[in-house]
């Protein structure tokens, strides 16, 4: 009966024993799956950084007037902000679109105008 021959997934050794079998032992299954996690959380950890920054500019335009407060793209690119990570967006009831970063939002204004709120503020 001819088989086909299989390979371990982690280190390319040729497999023997069961057809289902993906690896040549329990290390070699630890350090594929140990290896698949790095790469994903490195991903994940990059957006987060991304996420937080953003909410850390928000909150900060917003400590220093302790109310709702408008500004422009360009000032939010100068501080670093980037606007393809947010948490959440959508429409609110008055028709002004608005995008969420965890706890703090931005509700778009005319033009390059946003006012940035307190995301209790606007989700309900
Ligand atoms: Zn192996």
Redesign the pocket.
Known sequence: MPTEKRY?Q????VLYGRLDKK???EG?RNNFNNQQNSVQNKEIRIINRVLKRNRAILLAFLALEKKPTKVDRECLLLEGFNFRYMTQHGVGSNGQSYQICYDVGLISEQNTNYLIVLAKDVVH
């Open positions: 371990c982690c280190c390319a050794q690896f040549c032992d070699c």
